[in-house]
């Protein structure tokens, strides 16, 4: 075990009703740890890093953080948690949850190693020293309440808002100014709520936890206040009673105020200043700035889209953030049933890709997937909701419009192609009729004649067509195209699984050419062009596309 996609860090708060060894001591000195490996004690290896540790962890601690595969094989060292490949994960952690283990179940024990967390570009990865001002400063007022237990009533009685803290000393009394307050070694879970992001950082690394750049304010101070000093240096706060928490109301009154008690005399004519009128010409400087809002406005990075690994929508990159899957719960995004794996033989079973239903081709994630996520809900556009294609195989791709007509196990509609010459180019326009009754194939290809029903040509042009010209039309059928697609598909798509491949009438059909018959109909010599006059407006005059 360890490992793998899933995300294997371990906090303060997971290893809390973390067990040692027999005869040895827990101590945790990092907020996060990632995991190993693990064995029972007498397989465990232990190395000269003294940053590892080894451990007894509960079942719902582990059982989240591991692989599908990995719970059902931590289930067998359990008497009475059965594991079969039909159970959902959900249904494997909620055993875990219940079970309580026996004289029967293996101990095995955990070995994790601390998370080594890097400042992001551009951030310094320095704290805050403990002495300076700039630490004091990052304390909010603490309430009177909070301190209560450390004052005196004489002190306590100094102030009904709170303290300010002034100054931290690691050892030694300042000289205290008038009213202030020194208090020793106050608890670190009570000083965590009231402290900056900064303060935190700083406070952590005193107590011997490495709190990183990317946690959450509320996720560091959950990890100060699950941590019980051992062997933590002692801090001296230096504190300053707060006489009030109101800031000094200012006046209303302003500079506008007219206290002259004479009245108010209104001008009989008021004379309206035309200076300023016409506007004044364009500058170079506006056009300079005007240009370059625009040019903003359509830069690469402004209009260029991609897609999003959730849910596959297509926005605009400036609406996309980089995917992180430690920052999600990515549970939710796992489906039985939603993905399949590509199979290449008939004897190789049908099974579903592991982990959350992703495109693994995307790195960024669109806004609204990520507020999602952020929340515990599944996106309701999300791959995982039976919207997960996978990626096209090269047997499907650039198939014409007469080869995707016969590998269709459903008919639906009628086609006439119409193809038209000209000086420059060919062109082809596609009619489609509804078909009467919906018709489904048990075997394919179908017949050249049956192909004819449902799909014909009408070529225009002054001589016939040639074999190039043909190979340019939407009607080429190619043999060994339509062999590769119908094999894969039944071989990868649930809804051909039962078709039956006929290679007898697949071998009738030429390796490439037009299957069905060429309605031809000559073109008058003297006109132009590849546009027919029963397919343009009166007030159209072109005669070429």
Known sequence: MGGGSRNQVFTTEDLRHAEAPPGEDLVIHHTEYSLVNYHTLQNV???????????????????????TAEIRDLAKLHEGIPAVSRDTRRVLLDRFNAHECTDNCEISYAVLTPVVNQAPTGRT?????????????????????????????????LTHVGFKVKRV???????????????????????????TTAGLRALGSVHGLNIPHRWAKQTAVDALQTHRCAACPSLHFILEP????????????????????????????LAIPTDVY??????????????????????????EESGCCVCGQLSLRTHLIPFDEATYELDILEELGSTRLER?????????????????????????????????????????????????????????????????????????????????????????????????????PMAQDELAEVLS???????????????????????????????????????YIDLSIDYETLGTYALESVPIGILRKKADPTEEGNVLASAKSVFDADVEQ
């Open 344 to 444: 290449t033989a008939g004897h190789e079973p049908v099974s579903n890709m592991k982990g959350p239903v992703l495109d693994v081709n995307l790195k960024d994630i669109c806004l609204s997937c990520h507020d999602c996520l952020k929340h515990g809900k599944r996106p309701t556009r999300a791959l995982a909701n039976h919207l997960w294609v996978g990626e096209v195989p090269e047997c499907l791709q650039d198939l014409t419009l007469a080869e995707c007509a016969m590998i269709s196990r459903v008919r639906y509609n009628r086609c006439v192609v119409r193809v038209a010459t000209g000086h420059a180019k060919m062109i082809a326009n596609v009619v489609a009729f509804e078909h009467p009754s919906k018709k489904i194939y048990e075997r394919l």
């Open 457 to 495: 040509i009408v070529y225009t042009g002054v001589e016939p067509p040639g074999d190039d010209d043909l190979k340019r039309t939407p009607v080429l059928v190619r043999r060994h195209k339509i062999q590769n697609a119908l094999e894969w598909l039944k071989l990868n798509h649930r809804d």
């Open 45 to 67: 290896v232990r190395n000269e890093d003294n940053n590892q540790i080894v451990c007894r962890l509960p079942l719902r601690v582990l059982g989240p953080k591991l692989q």
């Open 169 to 195: 000393l690691r050892a030694g009394t300042a000289n205290l100014e008038h009213q202030d307050i020194e208090l020793n070694n106050l608890p670190v879970n009570l000083l965590a709520p009231y402290l």
């Open 242 to 269: 707060v006489v009030s928490g109101k800031p000094t109301r200012r006046s209303n009154i302003g500079a506008w105020l007219d206290r002259d008690p004479e009245p108010l005399l209104w001008e009989a004519e």
């Open 278 to 303: 016409p506007p004044r010409p364009t500058t170079i400087h506006d056009i300079a700035v005007v240009m370059k809002a625009y040019c903003k406005e359509i830069s690469p990075h402004a209009v």
């Open 125 to 157: 990865a320095t704290t805050l020293d403990i002495q300076s001002a700039e630490f004091a400063g990052t304390f909010k007022v603490l309430p009177v309440h909070l301190l209560r237990v450390f004052l005196t009533e004489e002190q306590a009685s």
